[in-house]
């Protein structure tokens, strides 16, 4: 993804309603709203847990420019493995943009990690996600599809 296009989406979400974010993840409750369960999410993926934990079991997952998974199993097995299995280290997710409305949360974010040659990997994300009773069933993923395609090809994963 070129420079400018990853700027575009934090122009964007700024604009369309500002950057809204909490140090923790708000306290599980009967009636929590997206944004809080997306922060949950985060929280549990940057301590070694996964954020997918939160996607529905037939969630459709749509890499824009890329592929659509048509479940959690599917995505999971073909979409986030390639880069997880490459990593030594937790992905960890830095909220940027966090935004609500209705079902859907615009989720911007940095990830970073260490892969198994010891060498970075830095990688800028936006996620829409579209929520149903607390899960995740709809996903437009936006990112550098460039430093993906990198570290598949510099890193073997383990056998």
Known sequence: MAPHTRRGFGAIALTAGGLALAGTPAQASPRRGNKAIVLEAVARQNSGGSFYDFLHPRVRWTIVNGRTYRDKQEFLAEGAAPILDRLRTVLRMTPTSLLEEGDTVAYQFTADATALDGQPYHNDYCWLLTFRRGLIVRV???????????LIERVRPPA
């Open 140 to 150: 437009h993923a936006y990112l550098d599809m460039g430093a993906v395609r990198e």
